[in-house]
């Protein structure tokens, strides 16, 4: 298998252990979001700004790395209409038996964002796409590629991991790695992410994220950081993911 396989079966086994982002919304915030009430994340803790939006009805939406029931069903109950591309079966199958309990129309796929996406140009007015590009070798081909089937005028909403994750033991107390983290040219780093069970993840810069999306066509028209949510490096309030808003001209 290749790196991103080894990704997809991971994610599947934390999905079926209870991994807090492969967790369907209930019922009642549906519900909910059907009322008006609603709030979404692209990174741990901080929800995304309404105003990052607009107006969602009829907008054609792409979930991208986005599966799990958190989002989508948010988004449909907006009156947008959801497309979903994961790698991961089992954040795909969340996506189908909560669309089919609610009620709500979504097209759901399973591919691997590193390819091509399967998709025609200027085919979408808003990507939103949760931290995911960690476990992504290279992300300048992804962002050409939203760039491509965004229409113009079209928003990417994007969670960054900053690197600062992939320095740090476990405690988070002590440095312990170098930048960048690559486990594709460090076997140790291989070998420990199988044996752990930890996703194959990548570390990426600010050229690489940001630089990326301004090399790609976009323009940045906001951002916001965030941290863990839990652990010593949230306690200190050190920031180790951004969000980021960008148009496509």
């Not at 492969?22 to 700004?49: E, M, Q, S």
């Not at 050229?207 to 301004?214: A, I, N, T, V, Y």
């Not at 490096?233 to 980021?244: M, R, T, Y």
Request: hydrophobic fraction near 40%.
């Amino acid at each position: 298998m290749n790196y991103t396989d080894i990704n997809a079966k991971t994610v599947d086994q934390w999905v079926k252990d209870g991994w807090v982002w492969g967790r369907p919304i209930d019922h009642n915030t549906y519900l909910a979001a059907l009322n008006g009430c609603w709030n979404v994340f692209l990174t741990p803790t901080k929800p995304v700004p309404h105003e990052w939006f607009g107006s969602l009805k009829n907008k054609r939406l792409l979930g991208l790395a986005s599966g799990g029931g958190q989002q989508m069903p948010i988004f449909a109950a907006q009156g947008a209409i959801c497309t979903v591309l994961d790698y991961s079966e089992q954040q795909l199958a969340s996506e189908r038996r909560l669309s089919e309990q609610e009620g709500y129309a979504i097209e759901i796929l399973r591919a691997d964002m590193t390819q091509p996406l399967p998709f025609a140009d200027e085919t979408f007015d808003i990507i939103f796409h949760p931290v995911s590009n960690c476990y992504v070798h290279e992300v300048l081909p992804i962002w050409k590629e939203c760039f491509r089937i965004l229409k113009h005028g079209g928003i990417l909403l994007a969670g960054l991991d900053n690197g600062i994750n992939f320095i740090v033991g476990d405690d988070e107390r002590t440095i312990v790695n170098k930048l960048p983290y690559n486990p594709l040219s460090e076997p140790l780093l291989m070998q420990r992410a199988i044996e752990e069970n930890g996703g194959v993840q990548f570390s990426h810069t600010l050229e690489e994220q940001l630089g990326g999306q301004l090399e790609s066509g976009f323009c940045l028209t906001s951002l916001y950081e965030d941290t863990n949510g839990v652990g010593y490096l949230h306690e200190l309030n050190i920031p180790s993911f951004w969000a980021s808003r960008a148009v496509k001209p």
